[in-house]
């Protein structure tokens, strides 16, 4: 039986997950349990929307006034936990 990963394991590594970096067992485990995990869910769709949207902001070269984006990391930041707490 595999080992299966579990929500902090998924959480370190979903920036490599997105990019796709991973090796095909790990990106089959962080599959598996985002499919089976309610709250990896939500943040993984949620952390993938803010993705695609700030590559759009960047295709468009949109300026982001350093006190939003202050606002948006300190959000990030705070809210960076995969069960939300």
Do not use: W
């Amino acid at each position: 039986m595999k080992d299966s990963y579990d929500c902090e394991k998924c959480f370190n590594l979903l920036i490599d997950y997105i990019e796709g970096t991973l090796d095909e067992e790990r990106q089959e485990k962080i599959r598996d349990h985002i499919r089976t995990c309610g709250p990896c869910i939500n943040y993984f769709k949620t952390y993938e929307k803010t993705t695609q949207l700030l590559k759009v902001l960047k295709e468009q070269e949109a300026t982001v006034p350093k006190a939003t984006q202050a606002r948006i990391k300190d959000f990030v930041l705070k809210n960076s936990t995969p069960n939300g707490n």
